[in-house]
């Protein structure tokens, strides 16, 4: 039977009325991880990690697997299970249309997870090795993927339920013939920044983060995406379709799209200086540096993510009373969990503490 896909809202939304919220989140934030403890943490092997995390607010999910799991693996499903806690309770210390905005915000992760599950089925991964990439904090819940793993590509874009299958439906015509992702998760993409600008319209009051942390991430992934498609040498025209263009109802808009063109129009060789000139050249400038070296973007994807953790910090402290503060927190919960998954998995590769170092966002 096919599964009703969410609803978009139409009333508009007041995101300033909740500064009890706000303080409660304001406290969780206090209790992240500084780069103290990063220093700290990049000197200990992974049972000193455990350790560690046990003396922080991991220490429930440690207690909660110790029994079943050691090393690595303990550290990663502690991990996980707080990161699910501590989105449940933003949704319990969230009232109406403050909950409406944190579940529209993760709304991302179930596109993410979506987009997970098709990369495991496709590359024949092992269901449980899936299983442990898959942070359901969003709509869906674990029985959704799991399922998902028992059932056809075709099946699970039909039953995601977040997602109408019409979104994806040319973008499925493709894979079936050239057995590739990428127009699958360009249209799960496109379908959640367009759901999302359509939702900030019906925002209310002062919710900058949400309104310009978002404009500041379509930036950035369609920066990667660009450099990424353009490095395989793709048909410029081709390239248009991969990335996400805005209305352009505002003079910013109109004018990201105009940079947006001239990106496409640059060739690769020169595309160096073009987007060191761009607004966040000192974000992008190791980074872009490091692409024309190596044709590698993962020094560009570090560098900015960490640029976007950076900007939801100056928004937050602009604006300690509004929403700005619950989605600067998610994000920075995330890169912490992130963050520290990635010291374990490097230790447990034996690489060195300064390469370890620099993979980190803080």
């Known amino acids: 039977m096919r599964t009703t896909f969410l609803q978009k809202g139409s009333k508009k939304l007041v995101l300033s009325s909740y500064p009890y919220t706000f303080v409660r989140v304001t406290v969780m934030r206090t209790l992240l ?8 943490l990049l000197k200990m092997d992974i049972p000193e990690i455990a350790k560690f995390l046990q003396e ?198 109109r004018k990201h799209n105009m940079e947006l063109e001239k990106l496409i129009a640059v060739d690769l060789e020169k595309i160096d200086k073009t987007i060191l000139d761009k607004k966040f050249a000192a974000a992008l400038r190791k980074g872009a540096q490091h692409f024309m070296q190596t044709r590698s973007l993962l020094e560009m994807e570090k560098e900015m993510q960490k640029y976007l953790l950076d900007f939801s910090g100056l928004l937050q402290h602009q604006h300690p009373l509004s929403v700005d503060v619950i989605l600067g927190y998610m994000l920075a919960k995330e890169i912490e969990v992130k963050n520290i998954k990635t010291v374990a998995k490097c230790k447990l590769l034996g690489f060195d503490e300064q390469f370890i170092a620099s993979q980190i966002v803080v």
């Open 33 to 40: 991880l500084k780069k103290d403890d990063y220093n700290r």
């Open 56 to 253: 922080t607010e991991y220490k429930k999910g440690i207690d909660i697997f110790a029994s079943d799991y050691e090393g690595a693996e303990l550290i990663e499903f502690a991990l996980d299970n707080n990161l699910t806690t501590t989105f449940e309770k933003l949704k319990n210390i969230s009232q109406d249309d403050l909950r409406e905005a944190v579940s529209e915000y993760l709304l991302r992760k179930d596109v993410f997870n979506i987009k997970t599950v098709l990369r495991g089925k496709l590359a024949r991964a092992d269901k449980k090795e899936i299983m442990d990439l898959i942070v359901p904090v969003g709509y869906l819940s674990r029985k959704d993927f799991e399922h998902f793993l028992d059932i056809e590509v075709v099946d699970i874009l039909k039953s995601m339920k977040v997602v109408p299958y019409e979104i994806v439906e040319a973008a499925y015509k493709t894979f079936e013939q050239e057995h590739h992702l990428i127009d699958i998760e360009n249209a799960l993409d496109q379908w959640y920044y367009k759901r999302m600008l359509t939702f900030m319209q019906r925002i209310e009051g002062r919710a900058t983060f949400f309104k310009r942390f978002l404009f500041k991430e379509i930036e950035v992934r369609n920066l990667l995406t660009l450099l990424r498609l353009k490095k395989e040498n793709m048909n410029l025209d081709n390239i248009r379709k991969y990335l996400f263009l805005f209305k352009g109802k505002t003079s910013e808009e």
